[in-house]
């Protein structure tokens, strides 16, 4: 356990809001809800937190900031299949047994990955009408690799791999 996030020296919101950007957090737990010189809180809530930020963004803040927004969509248990139909596309890594079973979970993982792209999707889409997109940089990363054996929670390549997608300049 460490004392506080000052002891890590300058971290990247201390350095932006020293620059007059606003900070806001989205979906968090307590953990990060510590961190100073966030402005507001949006949404504790993981469920919540993509309108929260949606609701932000369309109230066009007035100065720059930088807004984190987490999800939980894609941490287990996954959501359950409508229909089993999704699972007859369904490619297993090379790591996992490739048995019905695992087919039928990467299929709710992928629901959950749609999800969070949806999102993503309404967050941008925000930006577009409130014309915040063209001087806005939007960056997509995630923490770990995906939540099955041999891969989240390892030092093996798929508990490593991890999104990472920048819009904009």
Same mark, same amino acid.
């Given at each position: /356990?460490?004392? /506080? +996030? ?5 971290? +990247?919101? %201390? ?5 007059? +950007? ?11 809800? #510590? ?15 993509? @309108? /929260? =930020?949606?609701?932000?963004? $369309?109230? &066009? ?14 941490? #287990?248990?996954?959501? *359950?299949? !409508?229909? %089993? @139909? !999704?699972? *007859? ?5 090379? +790591?996992?047994?490739?048995?019905? !079973? ?5 299929? !709710?993982?992928?629901?959950?990955? &749609? @999800? ?12 577009? &009408? ?21 891969? $989240? =929670? ?12 920048? #819009?904009?300049?």
């Amino acid at each position: /356990s460490f004392g /506080s +996030f000052a002891d890590f020296g300058d971290t +990247f919101i %201390n350095l932006i809001t020293q620059d007059s +950007f606003m900070c806001t957090i989205g979906g968090t737990n307590q953990t990060w809800q #510590r961190i100073p010189y966030i402005n507001q809180i949006l949404q504790s809530n993981w469920t919540q937190s993509n @309108s /929260s =930020a949606t609701d932000f963004i $369309k109230n &066009k803040p007035p100065q720059p900031f930088f807004t984190m927004v987490g999800f939980s969509n894609t941490h #287990r248990p996954f959501p *359950k299949l !409508e229909n %089993n @139909s !999704e699972i *007859k596309n369904i490619k297993v890594p090379p +790591f996992l047994h490739n048995v019905p !079973e695992i087919q039928h979970d990467i299929a !709710e993982l992928n629901v959950s990955v &749609k @999800s969070v792209d949806n999102c993503i999707g309404q967050i941008i889409q925000a930006l577009n &009408k409130t014309g915040l997109s063209d001087n806005t940089v939007v960056i997509f990363t995630t923490d770990h690799g995906i939540a099955f054996p041999g891969a $989240k =929670a390892t030092i093996f390549d798929p508990g490593i791999e991890i999104s990472l997608i920048i #819009r904009g300049s």
